[in-house]
């Protein structure tokens, strides 16, 4: 075999490595960013779905991009105040429901009501009392909708499903309930 046969050989080897290699770079890329992937979720606004202290999840892309999603699902959003952000929040409202919510229930009882706009959610966290959410910066635009979250993969301890919490009215209320409950001593 001449030397130049043998360059050839290794060339078209190393060309068939990196395409094999670019392959399956792009095969992730696109499961990444089209079907599923994985977020870290971590902070206080949705305790005690999720631990302070951060896990890993796994996210369905589909899902939100067919729009099949609905009130009850946990689903990662990109900030709509910083869009460097995502965060993780409960949809409680879609297009066209009318809600009704706590205002800051850690300071009143104050509530409003709102209608969310056509191609928007109303996402709030599970800890009402520690989130910024819908209440803070309003209906959410359904393009900013990242991935809805369907399973715990870490710390093991918490491995399983994420199944869609029902919803029996606006979480806002139970605590008003709560509230008046122990007013009026019931």
């Known amino acids: 075999m001449s030397l130049f046969q043998r360059w050839a050989y290794i060339v ?8 094999s290699v670019a392959k399956f770079f792009c095969a992730i890329h696109v499961t990444n960013t089209y079907l599923f992937s994985t977020a870290m979720v971590q902070g206080p606004s949705m305790l005690p779905t999720f631990n302070l202290n951060g896990e ?7 899902s939100t991009r067919y729009g099949k ?27 066209g429901d ?16 709102i209608v969310v706009p056509k ?10 009392y520690n989130t910024y959410d819908s209440r803070n910066f309003g ?4 393009g900013l909708l990242q991935g809805k979250v369907f399973w715990k993969i870490w710390p093991t301890s918490a491995f399983g499903s994420i199944g869609r919490r029902p ?7 139970k605590v008003l309930s709560v509230r008046l409950c122990l007013l009026h001593g019931t």
């Not at 209906?139 to 359904?142: D, M």
């Open 69 to 95: 999603v609905g009130p009850g699902d946990v689903i990662i959003v990109r900030s709509p105040e910083n869009p460097r952000n995502v965060v993780t929040k409960r949809i409680i409202g879609m297009e």
């Open 139 to 142: 209906p959410v635009p359904y």
């Open 167 to 173: 919803q029996i009215g606006n979480p806002a209320f």
């Open 12 to 19: 078209k080897e190393a060309l068939d490595k990196s395409f």
């Open 119 to 128: 191609g928007h959610v109303w996402v709030e966290g599970d800890n009402i």
């Open 56 to 62: 890993i999840v796994l996210l369905d892309r589909i």
């Open 98 to 113: 009318s809600i009704t919510y706590i205002v800051d229930p850690t300071h009143s009882d104050r509530t409003e009501t």
